[in-house]
């Protein structure tokens, strides 16, 4: 095994290397370790470089790249495909665009987040808009959005550019990432390969966790750009992958992807319109659960197979005018449909799934307007504000609803279509104080949010099986904060305030009395999603400190807290405070660096209440987690990083993550933990 990764090690390089003659004098693309965080550069806006090295290493998928940002926590349920989680906001409260598409996952169990079918490494940034402030990336984005993309730069010469890298790591741990394109100004190629696997991990006591997983992917786009300022670009992508999982009866066997996508853009039209964007896209994931591909059923169970998939369309049309000299405006539609579908076998044995025709359960449809108007008044002052309108329409195709595994009932609201307009808007005001080296600013933002599959369609409410008649949520938030840049220290400080009308609840352990044979009334359990009014607010802080060039010290900070006001409770999945501290040294060519994770004890809880991808367990301790990273750069093309992360192998499980299950061959932990002490080493070859 070993001598192979060599090989590959070796294949990549020598490949790489017989292109270098034809490379220009490019500007390194070689960059410094993520470990705290990232820096925020404007208000509300947070960027990383995925293709940075970053500690601890992630799993290669998009939920792993956001934990280094502050506020960021990822609901554990395996290895990898953890949902992400904004100021304790999971689910479609934080919506993830790849390249301005949306992707939405085809498990009723929420084992496939968005982030699942993303291969970060694959894209050139990685950006964060933090809370209800801004309108122009789709709608009911409550915590924020996450834009993952790639570069659109014509090309001002014939250029070949490579991104390669490799990773070695504990339990098995191998990634292999290629990132390359041709391009002349007119015409460009680019491709991008990744493959991730791991083993079965152990957490600090050595207890082997059920989480090994393989992950694949390839993309390519094609684009055109017959002048400066207009291109044509076709894009596809195929992915795939399998994981186990610790939380639950069955595992992941399949996450295939399947996407299609073109995008047209012309700049610099005219003094008053001056911009045009359009594109349009098609997603398919093709998902199956099972418990005999990656682990063997317990005892009499039957070997069950689930295939749920989901056909996601959509696009965008916007136009960017400017005007006034101090003024822009960007209006636009976008729009999005999705279908999904079931079809499970409970005993494979006799029928198999594959066998069976796919059901579709429910489609999803929503059409928005937008505006966004930017004004610069005054020596530095600007005002910014949107406003948004959206059409939804949900049709129930579901005839029954299951209830567990073995039972249904009838639907009460199959067949119907429902309908809805929902608003939303911000204002923000941003302004530059010289004098402190800051930026200071301050926005209201009011966000209403249309519940999603996993809230209608996925749980029932309290006084029926069909939750289609959850309330959609609406969300009013202030946002503030200041960013600094001095020449020693620069960092930033962001806090909201919010209050959650209808807020969606997921309450599971819901006793239900129904009547079962002979009328004898008997009570099961049901998950059920229901609306309350909520309160949260919080903060995220990032310092960095520059002692001098080569010294460095980094720190971030990140607490929310909230209130469940109809039941006077805490508000569920709420991470507790965490703190990050670095220091790092850099001369250019060597690094090294010691990262101080403290994660608070977290008491506020309410148990069996949550959100879409988890409910709150109990009570979680404190711990401290220290890692230590090193670094070589001997030449701008090539970066060798690695790292120990959980340098004293402490056992310790983040607050939100999933309970464990009981899995034949596992130990059964309260919570899934998160690894012991990890070794990686990663290479990295671009230019
Ligand atoms: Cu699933």
Not at 51 to 69: M, N, S, W
Not at 296 to 315: F, I, K, Y
Request: hydrophobic fraction near 35%; aromatic fraction near 8%.
């Amino acid at each position: 095994m070993i001598l192979r990764r060599k090989a590959l090690v070796a294949a990549i390089f020598s490949a790489s290397a017989s292109s270098v003659s034809m490379a220009s004098d490019a500007p390194s693309t070689v960059e410094e370790m993520v470990v705290t965080g990232v820096r925020t550069d404007a208000p509300l806006n947070v960027t990383t470089n995925p293709k940075a090295p970053r500690q601890p290493v992630p799993a290669h998928d998009g939920a792993d790249f956001l934990k280094t940002i502050p506020g960021f926590s990822v609901i554990r349920k395996g290895g990898a495909d953890g949902d992400p989680i904004f100021r304790g906001m999971a689910g479609s409260r934080l919506s993830m665009l790849v390249d301005g598409e949306t992707i939405l996952g085809g498990c009723g169990n929420r084992m496939d987040p968005p982030t699942a079918y993303i291969f970060p490494e694959t894209f050139d940034s990685i950006q964060v808009i933090k809370g209800p402030q801004s309108v122009q990336h789709g709608p009911g984005n409550s915590a924020g959005v996450v834009l993952f993309e790639r570069n659109q730069a014509r090309p001002q010469q014939q250029d070949v550019s490579v991104h390669s890298s490799v990773l070695a790591g504990s339990f098995g741990r191998h990634d292999e990432v290629l990132d390359a394109g041709f391009s002349t100004p007119e015409f460009s190629i680019r491709g991008s390969a990744s493959n991730a696997a791991q083993d079965n991990y152990e957490d600090g006591d050595g207890v082997e966790v059920h989480s090994q997983y393989r992950r694949w992917n390839t993309q390519l786009t094609l684009a055109w750009t017959p002048d400066d300022n207009t291109r044509l670009e076709l894009s596809g992508a195929r992915s795939d992958g399998e994981a186990a999982y610790a939380d639950r009866g069955v595992d992941g066997s399949k996450f295939a992807r399947e996407n299609y996508g073109v995008k047209f853009s012309r700049d610099n039209i005219g003094s008053f319109l001056k911009s045009i964007e359009a594109q349009a896209y098609y997603n398919y994931v093709d998902h199956v659960m099972d418990n005999y591909t990656l682990r063997t059923p317990t005892g009499m169970a039957n070997p069950v197979g689930m295939n749920p998939d989901r056909q996601t369309t959509g696009a965008r049309f916007a136009l960017g005018f400017v005007p006034s000299v101090n003024t822009d405006l960007v209006v636009g539609i976008d729009t999005q449909g999705n279908e999904h579908s079931n079809r499970s076998s409970m005993n494979q044995n006799k029928v198999r799934y594959q066998d069976l025709p796919r059901v579709a359960d429910a489609e999803f449809s929503q059409t928005g307007v937008f505006a966004e108007l930017g004004w610069n008044f005054g020596a530095d002052h600007r005002l910014v504000g949107g406003l948004r309108a959206d059409d939804w329409e949900v049709k129930d195709s579901r005839q029954a609803v299951s209830l567990g595994m073995m039972s249904t009932a009838p639907n009460p609201s199959y067949g119907q279509t429902r309908s809805e307009t929902l608003h939303s808007g911000f204002l923000r005001y941003e302004t530059g104080l010289e004098s402190i080296d800051s930026t200071f600013y301050a926005g209201i933002g009011h966000n209403e949010r249309f519940p999603d599959y996993w809230e209608l369609v996925s749980k029932e409410s309290a006084s029926s099986v069909s939750a289609m008649d959850t309330k959609s949520e609406k969300l009013t938030q202030f946002d503030t904060g200041l960013i600094y840049k001095g020449d020693k220290l620069s960092g930033s400080v962001s806090a909201f305030y919010n209050q959650i009308d209808d807020f969606i609840l997921i309450q599971s352990g819901f006793i239900k009395q129904s009547m079962a044979m002979g009328g004898m009334a008997t009570a099961r359990s049901a998950t059920i999603a229901r609306n309350v009014d909520a309160r949260s607010w919080g903060l995220e802080v990032d310092a960095m400190y520059r002692f001098n060039p080569r010294w460095r010290s980094e720190l971030t900070l990140a607490s929310v807290r909230g209130s469940n006001r109809t039941d006077d409770r805490t508000l569920p999945q709420l991470p507790p405070l965490e703190a990050r501290l670095s220091l790092q040294y850099d001369n250019n060519v060597w690094s090294a660096g010691l990262l101080w994770r403290a994660i608070a004890k977290q008491e506020r809880v309410d148990i069996g209440r949550g959100n879409i991808a988890g409910q709150d367990i109990g009570v979680t301790d404190s711990a401290n987690i220290l890692s230590f990273n090193a670094g070589w750069n001997p030449s701008e093309r090539v970066l060798v990083t690695a790292g120990i992360d959980n340098l004293l192998d402490k056992t310790y499980a983040e607050h939100i993550s999933r309970a464990g299950a009981a899995i034949p061959g596992f130990d059964q932990t309260t919570r899934v933990n998160e690894p012991g002490r990890t070794a990686w080493l990663k290479a990295q070859y671009s230019f």
